[in-house]
T-cell receptor, first 113, second 111 residues
């Protein structure tokens, strides 16, 4: 167990809806990164939050947004859900932003119908 | 060209053998290199990380990095059936430590 928790574990939504996924980072970690992992693929970097600010972003549209709170927990919000958004969403925490190892939570599996 | 490339496998090895997993990356500015193990339906679990050229050993696992060739590998000695999983190579670069993953190599250890 890494100490990173995510909720919910599973979620079913319909196309066009909005979803919020939550992540609590490991104690002492101030950086949270979010990844999307489609079936049979490696995780793809969505964005990273460091001390409540977005610190980097991958090739995802603006309908993917996030927040980090003072306790370093984080949310991923996805608006206007599309079928291709169906994936495992992973949160990873690390103690900093430079050359730091990241530890993953168990993930949230999202199915969009 | 993909940023991080791995052979998808499956790579089948007999129990007790050495499994060799390979990965190449395109960004010469990459600074950190990771190997994660992912069991089916689970999240990735960090096995090894390496920052400098050469070998790094941890138990049955050895990570090897060659920055000149932009190549990183993972050796698993005395492979066990419990090692059967997908192994993800990940490369960190950029000021904010963006981590890019390969698609993973599926390893099957045959009893």
């Amino acid at each position: 167990e890494t100490g990173v928790t995510q909720s919910p574990t599973h979620l079913i939504k319909t196309r066009g809806q909005q979803v919020t996924l939550r992540c609590s980072s490991q104690s002492g970690h101030n950086t949270v990164s979010w990844y999307q992992q489609a079936l049979g693929q490696g995780p793809q970097f969505i964005f990273q939050y460091y001390r409540e600010e977005e610190n980097g972003r991958g090739n995802f549209p603006p309908r993917f947004s996030g927040l980090q709170f003072p306790n370093y927990s984080s949310e991923l919000n996805v608006n206007a859900l599309e079928l291709d958004d169906s994936a495992l969403y992973l949160c990873a925490s690390s103690p900093g932003t430079q050359r730091e190892t990241q530890y993953f939570g168990p993930g949230t599996r999202l199915l969009v119908l | 060209q993909k940023e991080v490339e791995q052979n998808s496998g499956p790579l089948s090895v007999p129990e007790g053998a050495i499994a060799s997993l390979n990965c190449t990356y395109s960004d010469r500015g990459s600074q950190s290199f990771f190997w994660y193990r992912q069991y089916s339906g689970k999240s990735p679990e960090l096995i090894m990380f390496i920052y400098s050229n050469g070998d790094k050993e941890d138990g049955r696992f050895t990570a090897q990095l060659n920055k000149a060739s932009q190549y990183v590998s993972l050796l698993i000695r005395d492979s066990q059936p419990s090692d059967s999983a997908t192994y993800l190579c990940a490369v960190g670069s950029g000021g904010y430590q963006k981590v890019t993953f390969g698609t993973g190599t599926k390893l099957q250890v045959i009893p």
